[in-house]
């Protein structure tokens, strides 16, 4: 019998994000291909990415970002992944990417057939590679009812990519310093009873910078 620790061992392990009531899974940010070159633009929300720096920045988070991102492209990637959150997800939640972005047009397709294969779950994928979603949906693709894409803002204090989002039938997020909606700067830093980013009926969710 393969026990729960084989399972996550499969996958490289899920994040446990602090502020979230779920499991996540991350990759290195410094893997982003859009982020990669938006960290490099002054007052861009990349440029004060969060998943560079703290307890990211440590060896043995790199190491365990690292192996999660080598094992995106292998063949069992798929089955092993609803197999962990299978054995693992209690809450009915998980998070994509609390560090790290899609990789490609392949990589949100196999996200998209995870969620497929686990309905009873509800993911967010916030996102910057607009084009790799808008790729999968031209070519046929289509995404679960049971996830939940925002397209992020580039910039602090500056729009989501609204219009592109609605023809694309995906929701948006930005970051401000004032005028932001997610109540977790007002409650600790957690989620607490929140799960509006999870939800497709809330399009736009605005997070405050720190």
């Not at 560079?52 to 080598?70: D, H, I, M, T, W």
């Not at 996200?111 to 509800?122: D, E, F, N, S, W």
Request: hydrophobic share 35%; with cysteine.
């Amino acid at each position: 019998m393969i026990t729960q620790t084989q399972l996550l061992d499969a996958v490289g392990g899920f994040s446990a994000p602090s502020k979230m009531p779920c499991h996540g899974y991350s990759i290195p940010a410094a893997r982003c291909k859009t982020g990669r070159k938006m960290r490099k633009v002054a007052n861009s929300i990349c440029a004060i990415c969060y998943a560079l720096k703290g307890r990211y920045s440590f060896p043995n988070v790199q190491n365990a970002l690292e192996r999660r991102y080598k094992t995106i492209k292998g063949k069992r990637w798929v089955a092993d992944m609803v197999a962990a959150i299978n054995a693992v997800e209690r809450s009915g939640y998980f998070r994509w990417h609390d560090s790290g972005d899609l990789q490609s047009v392949a990589h949100f397709a196999k996200i998209c057939q995870i969620a497929r294969l686990t309905p009873h779950v509800k993911y967010w994928l916030p996102t910057r590679e607009y084009g790799m979603v808008r790729e999968y949906l031209e070519k046929g693709g289509v995404i679960p009812e049971n996830l939940t894409v925002r397209f992020s803002a580039l910039m602090v204090d500056g729009p989501a990519p609204e219009t592109l989002a609605k023809r694309c039938g995906v929701q948006v997020s930005g970051a401000c310093e004032s005028a932001f909606s997610c109540p977790s700067s007002r409650q600790g830093n957690v989620c607490g009873n929140c799960r509006v980013c999870w939800s497709r009926e809330t399009f736009n969710v605005t997070y405050k910078t720190h």
